[in-house]
């Protein structure tokens, strides 16, 4: 437990203070103060200056007030930093997690970098590509394009940007708990900071130096290097970042059980930042005052503390600060002799910790789906060539047409001769374009092969844990409060396993073309059966399930098929009802075709939601009633089952009123 809460202070931590290093709202209010209406080149800069200091809290801005900049360039001509704006709008993609538009304004930089021959800005715009590749999970990438960058500036001895791509280097080291790399690497950034003089480049630096050190467990180097840190923060009156840092140290010291210290930095922290309305840094020094309150016994003062900043944490959204102050105050609770209240904050805070696993796990996914889509483009980009290619080709043989009807004219045999060299050239043209064509078809059976791969070698470690689990209840011998671990780690891994057979599913439906086999079945008593194997999740939430059961004895279908379409919706009506309501099942059959009916009395569906149902992995604006998971693709699965079984699927439905789904299938050809 002690080890996870360090791990979300370091976490929370680095994120606090690189978002305020980044954006430092005196600078943004000097420079926008220098603004003017004149196409020159220090508005250019000035532009471009504005847009990096917004990058970090305010991307939007920075994506606009860097496009002002871009157009200017472009309209002045400049001669070099036209690849700034482009680079700076990049990272403020990533910033916002739009991985894939990031990767192309880097892109876009490296390639005017290039035209321009601006190597000190090609530098750049290697080390931000390097850097959103890290962020976005692909480190083999992040190495090559970080690696570039360093490469150009030990070229060009550019002390400035060496110091930029060693920072970067040395997180990507961290990441990988290479540490010795990661200290000497940094350790060299910022000797080439102290060179330059630059103040806040030595603050960021010794921060850097700090939490790495921190993170290899040796607390004295981390706050050695924090209090020099601290020291230079306070010769400049850099209220916010003194702040940060102290905040920073002071966590470590309470965790190092130097808590009088802790406690003093914190109330020197709210003191100092009274007449600042940083919500951020008011709810992390009131965790570390309530705690030594705490851990003084005063629980009742601690208490009062601790709901403030659950409410504070619960309005802006932050779980990890939410978390810490739901355990912490369960724990007052439970000192103060109010055991129920103890346990109802000691749910809270489980029912919170799965949200972060939850988010956890779609950010692994979406970081898998940018992979995919680096790969996708990459190879569209080759299709795009050889496209360009034949366009080109095709150009030039409409020119030498032209040519061939006025050659005619002179002589008709030169004319023959001219054709048959365009229609072999054509057909060699031809030809390559098939091979191409035949090359990207392998390289999509190799995706999909991969895909599967990677999707079973997660699941086998989900079934071991599952399997480890129930022999440990088999065993007995474990108390109410492990018993509930093993309950929630084992809906945690069913719904990894999940998402992992619908991962699978989905794949394999796309990839298989051919016409589903079908047979004969008891239509009538499938039914029944069907709705009885949910009767259970429908009673754990009190649901009463209504059928009208009017289906054919024998009906010709594929039951795999028909089977998973009628779980997915069943499933998503009763994890999307309220606690005792009604979901009616209707099943009849006319002229040949079946008709299902799901009816339930959840939130319904507003119109963006009806224009994303059916594509996968896009969560809807509707949230399961009983804290159950969702992946955004049981809806696409049906969709395409049911086009499998040349059938359709309508949706009858309005906010607040619920939905009803209608399924028509018709009789398949044995």
Known sequence: MISQFRFLIRVIFICQVFSVAGQNLNTIDSLRSALSDQSTVEQFELLNAIGFEYRYSYPDSTIFYCNRAYE??????????????????????ANKGVYSKSAEYHERAIEVAIGQQDSVQLGFSYNNLGRMYFDGGDLVRASDNLVRSR????????????????????????????????????TRAYELRKQLGDQRGIIS????????YESMDDTEMALQKMRLADSIARQINDRVTLAELDLGMAEILFEENQMDEAYAKAEEVLNTMADLSNQKIFI????????????K?????????????????????NLGYQIQATQAASACYRALGNVGKSRELNDRSEILEEKIKNTDLQ????????????????????LLKANQVKNESLLSAQRFQNRLLLGLIISITAAMIIFWNFSR??????????????????LNDEKNSLMNIVAHDLKAPLNRILGLTRVMELEGGLSAKQMEYIKMINNSTRSGSNLIIDLLDVNAIEEKGSNPDAAELKLRDWFDERVKTFQVAADAKQLKLETNNQAPDLFVTNADFLGRIFDNLLSNAIKFSPTGKTIR????????TLKLIFKDNGPGFTDQDRQLMFQKFKKLSAQPTGGESSNGLGLAIVKTLVERLNGNINLESQPGQGATFIVTIPTLQK
């Open 425 to 442: 050239k054509r057909k060699l043209i031809n030809q390559k374009l098939q091979e191409q064509n035949h090359q990207l078809s392998e």
């Open 205 to 212: 630096s010794l921060l850097e130096l700090g939490l790495i």
């Open 363 to 382: 950010q692994q996914i979406e970081r898998l789906q940018f992979q995919l889509q680096i790969e996708k483009k990459e190879r569209e980009n080759e």
């Open 585 to 592: 099942l209707a099943a009849s059959a006319e002229a040949g």
């Open 284 to 295: 992390r020094a009131s965790l570390i005052k309530a705690r030594f309150l705490a851990f």
């Open 151 to 186: 490469d150009i500036f030990e070229a060009m001895q550019e002390k400035f940007g060496l110091a930029y791509v060693y920072r970067s280097l040395a997180n990507l080291y961290k990441s990988q708990n290479q540490f010795d790399q990661a200290v000497e690497i940094s």
């Open 72 to 93: 200017l360039g472009k309209q002045i001509k400049v001669n070099k930093n036209l690849s700034k704006p482009l680079s700076f709008i990049g990272l403020a993609y």
């Open 297 to 317: 016994k005063k629980h009742a003062a601690a208490l009062a503390i601790f709901e403030d900043i659950i409410t504070k944490a619960e309005e802006s959204g």
